[in-house]
C-alpha cells in the first residue's frame, strides 16, 4: 500500500532519528522518492535537526562551578578526608561561613588603605559569629596551636605560620601559579586581619607580631631538621625588601628554584580579605583562578574614559543603563560592530549635559563603550559591576581610594584582584631570586 | 551520539553506580567525581529548559543538592545517568514553574507564551573563530528552542541535543514511546515553522 503524505510527514521525523522499522522505513523512502514536496520537506527536517544537534554546548564557567562547589561544600557537614589539603580546604570553608554574617567590603577595606595600617572607621561595627571570642586588636595576641582545626568555628586560633619541606622543583611559571600558601593566608586573614578591623593596627603591633612569626617560623624550620638562621635571614630579607609594611609572613616553603635550593616566603597582607569577600566561592578557587592577573580588572584607560563618558551627566547613585540590557549588548558585540566604533567620541555628550538628548548620547556612548569592554573579553561580571559605579566611584577606583568605595557598599572583588605576595630567596647567596611583585 | 561526555564508556572508568556506592560509604572524592562528570550536562539541561545562564547555575546547585540528600533512594534499579536526569528534569520543571509565577505578579506579559519561554538565552560569546553567519544561525536557533512550549524543550533536549533515543527518552521521562514521538514531531514543526527563513540553507 503507498504511503500518503499525511502518514509520510509523521513519519518523517522518527525516518530521520533510525526509529523506524525496516518495512516502515522503506515506505517512507519510496513515498519521498515520489513527492517532491516530502522530499523537500524531509531535506529541510532533516538539516534542521543537524542544526540543532550541532549547537554547541555551553561549558560552566569558573565562577560558577565555584558557586556550585560553595554550595555543595555548606551542604556536606561530614569532613570528606583526612589529607591536610582538605583540612585546609574545609577550615577555610568553615572560616567562611564564620564570615557569611558580616559586610566584608565594609569591615576588612576599613583596614586597608594606601600602603599602611591605619585606623578604622569608628562605626564599624564587627557582628561576629565568633563563639564570643575576641581578638580586638591586631597583635594584642599571639597565635594558638592549630589543635581545634577540626572545629571550623575556631579558625583564628590556627594560624600559626606554616613550615614545609617539599624540596620540589619549580620554575617561574609555577611560581606565578603558586597556591600553597593560600590556606595560610586564610587563616592569618581571619585570625589578624579580620579581628583587627573592630580596633586599630598599629605599626609596633605589627612590628612585634611579624617578630614573633619569624620565631615562630625558625622554631619549626628547626624542627623540620633545616637551618633555622638561613630561614631567619631569608623572612628578614624578604620584610627589608617589601615596601608594604602592612604584611606578615605567614608561609615558608623549602624548594628548589631553577635548580637552586631556596626558601619561598609568602605573606598575608589586610587585602587577603579578597580571598574571602565573595563567599559564594571557595576561596582556594578564588586564587587559582585569578592566574598571574594582579590588581585591577578593568584597565586604567578603560576607566579613563569611563569616567569621562560619565562626568558630563554628572548623575550620582543612578546607574545609567537598566540592568539586564548585557544581552543586547553582547548582540551587539556578536555582529560586529563594537569593534568599529570610534573611542573617544564623547566630545558631543558633554556639550549637551542637561538636554534630554544629552542624556540619550551619553547612554549611547555609555552603551558602546561597554560591548567594547565585553568585546575585549573583559567579563561580564565585571561589566555588570561598572554599570552600577557613578562617576564619583570610577575616580576613586582610578585613584585606589579602595576604603570610600567599600564604605559606598562597592563589592572591591568586582575589581581587584588580590597580590600574590611571594619570594623565594636563594639559600646560598641569601638573595631575593624570584618575587611576585 | 551525544555531545556530552556523559558516559564516555572507557573501560577502566568507575562506573556512575560504583560511586554512588562509594559516596554512600562515605567516600567524599567519589561525589566530587560525579560532579565533575555531570555539572557541564546538567548546566546544559537547565540552560535549555530555563533559557537562560543564570538560572541554569540556580537549577544546576539544586540539583546537586538535592543529589547529596536524595542519593540514599537511589535504588539501582535504573542506570545512575536515567535516575539523575529525572530528577534535574524535575528541578529544572518546579524552577520554571516558581520563576513563572514570580514574573507573572510583577509583570504583565501580554503574549500566551509563559514568560520562562521568552527569555532569551544569554550564551555570552561564541568562540571567534566561528562566523559571524554560523553564530547568526545557532542563535536563532537557540532563541526558537528557548521559545518552545516547556514540553516540547525536553525532548529535544533530550533526543536531539542529548543523543537519547526515543526508548531512553520515554524511559527518563515517563512518558509512552508514542508520546516521545508526537512530541518530537510538534516541536519540530514548531521550529521549522520559526526557522522558516533558514531553510534553504538547511536544505
New interface residues.
Given amino acids: 500500500m503507498k504511503m500518503r503524505c499525511r502518514g509520510a510527514i509523521?513519519q518523517i521525523?522518527?525516518f530521520i532519528?533510525g526509529?523506524l522499522g525496516e518495512v516502515e522505513a522503506k515506505a517512507v523512502r519510496e513515498h519521498l522518492d515520489a513527492c517532491e514536496e516530502c522530499s523537500?520537506r524531509y531535506?529541510?527536517?532533516r538539516?534542521?535537526?543537524?542544526?540543532?544537534?550541532?549547537?554547541?554546548?555551553?561549558?560552566?564557567t569558573p565562577e560558577?562551578?565555584y558557586?556550585?562547589?560553595s554550595?555543595?561544600r555548606r551542604?556536606?557537614t561530614?569532613?570528606?578526608?583526612s589529607k591536610p589539603a582538605a583540612r585546609r580546604t574545609q577550615l577555610a570553608a568553615a572560616a567562611l561561613s564564620v564570615l557569611v554574617l558580616i559586610t566584608i567590603a565594609g569591615v576588612g577595606m576599613a583596614i586597608w588603605s594606601g600602603g599602611g595600617p591605619t585606623p578604622i572607621t569608628e562605626e564599624t561595627a564587627v557582628e561576629t559569629a565568633r563563639s564570643g571570642e575576641t581578638r580586638g586588636e591586631l597583635g594584642q595576641e599571639s597565635s594558638t596551636s592549630g589543635t581545634n582545626a577540626g572545629t571550623g568555628l575556631l579558625a583564628a586560633a590556627v594560624a600559626r605560620p606554616d613550615v614545609v619541606v617539599s624540596q620540589n622543583e619549580y620554575d617561574a611559571a609555577d611560581l606565578e601559579e603558586f597556591r600553597n600558601d593560600l590556606g595560610t593566608r586564610l587563616d592569618f586573614y581571619s585570625t589578624y586581619w579580620y579581628p583587627s578591623s573592630g580596633g586599630t593596627t598599629r605599626p609596633a603591633a605589627l612590628e612585634k607580631l611579624r617578630t614573633e612569626l619569624t620565631s615562630d617560623l625558625t622554631e619549626q624550620a628547626a624542627a623540620a631538621g633545616q637551618n633555622p638562621e638561613e630561614l631567619q635571614r631569608a623572612v628578614a630579607t624578604v620584610m627589608e625588601q617589601t615596601s608594604d609594611e602592612s604584611i606578615l609572613p605567614c608561609y615558608a616553603e623549602r624548594a628548589k628554584i631553577e635548580g637552586k635550593d631556596a626558601w619561598l616566603i609568602s605573606a598575608s597582607g589586610p587585602e587577603d580579605y579578597l580571598l574571602f569577600s565573595d563567599q559564594q566561592r571557595p576561596p582556594a578557587m578564588i586564587l587559582a583562578s585569578l592566574g598571574g592577573e594582579k590588581s585591577l580588572k578593568v584597565s586604567e584607560s578603560a576607566l579613563k574614559e569611563l569616567a569621562s563618558l560619565l562626568a558630563p551627566s554628572g548623575r550620582k547613585n543612578a546607574p545609567l543603563v537598566p540592568a539586564g540590557t548585557?544581552?543586547e549588548q553582547?548582540?551587539a558585540?556578536?555582529?560586529?560592530t563594537a569593534a568599529d566604533e570610534p573611542a573617544g567620541d564623547t566630545g558631543a555628550a558633554e556639550e549637551e549635559t542637561q538636554t534630554g538628548e544629552g542624556t540619550a548620547q551619553v547612554q549611547e556612548d555609555f552603551q558602546s563603550f561597554l560591548r567594547r569592554l565585553?568585546a575585549m573579553g573583559t567579563s561580564?561580571d565585571t561589566i555588570s559591576a561598572l554599570q552600577e559605579l557613578d562617576y564619583e566611584q570610577v575616580l576613586q577606583l582610578l585613584q585606589g581610594d579602595w576604603g570610600t568605595l567599600a564604605a559606598g557598599g562597592v563589592n572591591l572583588s568586582d575589581f581587584l584582584t588580590p597580590p600574590q605576595r611571594l619570594w623565594a630567596v636563594d639559600c646560598a647567596s641569601g638573595e631575593i631570586i624570584w618575587s611576585a611583585e | 551520539m551525544s555531545?556530552?561526555d556523559d558516559n564516555g564508556g572507557e573501560q577502566d572508568r568507575t562506573t556512575d553506580e560504583e560511586l554512588v556506592r562509594l559516596f554512600l560509604a562515605?567516600?567524599?572524592?567519589a561525589?566530587e567525581e560525579l560532579?565533575s562528570r555531570y555539572?557541564?550536562v546538567i548546566?546544559?539541561m537547565a540552560?535549555r529548559l530555563l533559557g537562560n545562564?543564570s538560572d541554569?547555575?540556580d537549577v544546576?546547585?539544586e540539583v546537586?543538592?538535592l543529589l547529596?540528600?536524595k542519593l540514599g533512594s537511589f535504588r539501582g534499579e535504573s542506570k545512575f545517568s536515567t535516575w539523575l536526569y529525572r530528577v534535574s528534569l524535575n528541578a529544572c520543571h518546579d524552577y520554571a514553574r516558581r520563576s513563572k509565577r514570580h514574573v507573572s505578579i510583577s509583570e504583565s506579559p501580554g503574549d500566551d507564551l509563559p514568560d520562562i519561554e521568552q527569555r532569551?538565552a544569554?550564551?555570552?560569546?561564541?568562540?571567534p573563530e566561528l562566523s559571524?553567519e554560523r553564530?547568526?544561525?545557532?542563535?536563532t536557533?537557540?532563541e526558537a528552542?528557548a521559545r518552545l512550549p516547556y514540553k516540547f524543550k525536553e525532548v529535544?533536549f533530550l533526543?536531539?541535543?542529548s543523543?537519547y533515543?526515543?526508548k531512553e527518552v520515554a524511559e527518563i521521562l515517563g512518558i509512552s514511546l508514542g508520546t516521545v514521538?508526537s512530541r518530537?514531531?510538534r516541536a519540530?514543526a514548531r521550529?521549522?515553522n520559526e526557522?522558516e527563513y533558514?531553510?534553504e540553507?538547511?536544505?
Avoid at chain 1, 47 to 60: D, E, F, K, T
Avoid at chain 2, 122 to 127: H, I, Q, V, Y
Avoid at chain 2, 135 to 139: I, S
Fill in positions: 509523521k521525523g522518527p532519528d526509529e523537500r531535506h529541510y527536517m538539516g534542521m535537526v543537524r542544526q540543532i544537534s550541532s549547537l554547541p554546548a555551553i561549558v560552566p560558577e562551578s558557586r556550585l562547589w554550595r555543595l551542604e556536606m561530614a569532613p570528606t578526608a548585557l544581552q553582547e548582540d558585540a556578536l555582529d560586529g565585553a561580564l | 555531545i556530552y562515605g567516600d567524599g572524592n561525589f560532579v555539572e557541564s548546566m546544559n540552560y545562564r541554569a547555575s544546576c546547585q546537586f543538592v547529596i540528600r532569551l544569554d550564551d555570552g560569546f561564541d568562540s559571524m553564530a547568526e544561525v545557532q542563535k536557533v537557540r528552542i529535544i533526543h536531539d541535543l543523543g533515543n526515543y514521538k518530537l514531531n519540530r521550529l521549522a526557522l533558514y531553510r540553507q538547511f536544505s
